[in-house]
């Protein structure tokens, strides 16, 4: 056993190429345990960021700085009553929550987290995210109407309206930054994520700054058609309190209700990562040309070891700052142990960037390129999280004539145009 | 499984459970079909719909055709069944699942099965004499690529699909053209 898990360590390739189910298993697990975590995590900082954006203090009650917040809002939302409502259909209402879900996870099946760091490589993975993302927007469409109930239903007309306008302005964005993979070689073209990240390693340049600003600007459109695309503020249109109540979930409660929450999230971890992929380099590091020497590289690998001892110490701060009254000991001590987790974390990601160091096929140099590539990938995708919290703060709600008239007036003949030049300066170019 | 097949698939791809998901994907497509022509509810149609599609697009995978599957789900899956449902929410479900259904036509629709019915035995009977004995390409990676050139030809020569495939884009153009003017009372 332990044979064959070091020789699968030492693999090159993803377990969907090398056909190994039971590591796509694991995979799998490992990609749904973490997206869950990173869901809680965003739960938690989405709160915390707002409030501090407003002068509020936000959660403070649960652990050290309302940081065990969502693991009480989980156990309280499965507890909660589950009601269906006698007036919806029964059957529709159920499922609804579900195809949501499905479709935002089905698509970390190809979501390239390094080189061989996926479940699976497709031929086909960009068209594969786009086509099962779109699916998501049957899940809010079915979940209003079934709910026979007004709100629900006018949210659910809005969001699927929203929804399949702005997908055809973040396909053609997409599209533009396909035809740059295959610029210069004859048949490089891809539709593949791991691919396509290669070819901008492969041509030196990541595609948001390729012809300069075809690419910018390909790139800002899908950035802002993401959000739309996820209903998020400021185009949460499907959901606006302030006219609808709470939109197409108005009538769920409870576990289905936390079921839909999740699914917005990981759809947004989704449409960042394929932002990510396409445009921002992927897995790889900052100036991996321009600074390729092993110092270099060395240098960077320390980067994920610095980052949880950043981390640790703002814990430690909070620690210190704690105010000295007996009923804050308990919140000292788990902040005082959750400060040691990352330090500990820290300590073992350092020991393997120093062990790994030499770039040759040892199994450390190996857990070390596999931690550098995941770490790059996350960190990039971390910011467009913020980003999405930023959004929410910052801008105030579109209203829906507005909306559409973005989508349709300005993204659309914007991208169309970027399209048509991306090709045009290609052919020039090569 | 063919020895033709079996030899042309490289050996670190070999599909897993074959017929269990031909079947499975089959038996689904044809159990929503018919649930999408006995239900009265038009909702539950579209969803039943949703799933012979998808299921469809399963089967379009297990024949290696990738790109088919991908813009299967993008168009149908996708794009189209939710216009559809979006249509069909703004209708009054409780009056239109009690309207009589427009079934004089059901000879008409029995004869046009049975045809289509003779149509895929006769293939069935004949396949060995009207098909290839394997199946031509397997190569899963270059599959987007060999549909391109089909459609759009490749060094410098028309490919084998190009007109068609400029008289069908021709054809959407003038539908779409044709929608604009219908729904503008002035342009």
Known sequence: ?430 | MNPALNSAINASMAPVATPFFFYLLAGLAIISGVLVITRRNAVHSALALIVTLLSVAGLYLMLYASFVAGVQIIVYAGGIMVLFLFVIMLVNIERSSKDRQFNRMWPAGLAAACALMALFVTAFVKGKALFPDRMISLSESSNTQQIAGMLYGEAGRMGEYTFAFEIASLLLLVAILGAVIMTKKKI
């Open chain 1, 1 to 430: 056993m332990p044979n064959f898990i070091m020789s699968y360590l030492g693999s090159t390739v993803t377990p969907g190429e090398a056909g190994n189910q039971f590591w796509a298993l694991i995979y799998v697990f490992i990609i749904f345990t973490g997206v869950s975590v990173a869901v809680m995590a965003m739960n938690w900082l989405e709160r915390k960021a707002l409030a501090h954006f407003q002068i509020r203090l936000g959660p403070m009650r649960v652990g050290p700085h309302g940081l065990l917040q969502p693991i009480a809002d989980a156990l309280k939302l499965m507890l909660k009553e589950d009601i269906i409502p006698t007036e919806a259909d029964q059957f529709v209402f159920w499922v609804a929550p579900l195809i949501g879900l499905l479709a935002a996870f089905a698509v970390y099946t190809v979501i390239p987290f390094g080189p061989s760091q996926a479940v699976s490589d497709m031929n086909i993975g960009i068209l594969f995210m786009l086509g099962v993302s779109s699916l998501g927007v049957l899940g809010v469409v079915v979940a209003g109407w079934a709910s026979n109930s007004h709100y629900p239903l006018i949210g659910a007309l809005r969001s699927s309206a929203q929804m399949v306008s702005y997908e055809v302005a973040m396909g053609l964005a997409v599209v533009s930054a396909i035809l740059m993979t295959s610029l210069n070689e004859q048949g490089t073209g891809t539709l593949s994520m791991i691919g396509i990240v290669q070819a901008q390693q492969r041509q030196g340049v990541w595609f948001i700054f390729k012809f300069f600003p075809l690419g910018l600007i390909a790139f800002v459109i899908f950035a802002i058609a993401m959000v739309a695309e996820t209903n998020r503020a400021p185009f949460d249109m499907a959901e606006a309190e302030s006219e609808l109540t709470a939109g197409y979930h108005t009538e769920y409660s409870g576990l289905r209700w936390s079921l839909f929450m999740l699914a917005e999230y990981a759809a947004m971890i989704a449409v960042s990562s394929i932002a990510v992929a396409l445009w921002l380099g992927g897995w790889m590091r900052p100036f991996p040309n321009l600074l390729h020497a092993p110092v270099w590289d060395f240098i960077f690998s320390l980067f994920p070891a610095l980052t949880f001892f950043g981390l640790a110490a703002i814990a430690v701060v909070g620690v210190v700052r704690m105010p000295s009254h007996s009923f804050f000991r308990i919140q000292r001590v788990g902040l005082a142990g959750f400060a040691a987790l990352l330090a500990f974390i820290a300590l073992l990601l350092l020991v393997i960037a120093v062990a790994g160091r030499s770039a040759d096929t040892s199994l450390a140099a190996r857990f070390r390129e596999g931690i550098d590539y995941v770490y790059w990938f996350v960190l990039k995708v971390a910011v467009f999280m913020y980003l999405f919290i930023w959004y929410r703060a910052t801008w105030p709600r579109y209203r829906f004539d507005q909306l559409m008239r973005v989508g349709w007036k300005v993204l659309l003949p914007i991208s169309l145009g970027v399209l048509i030049l991306t090709a045009i300066v290609g052919v020039v170019a090569s």
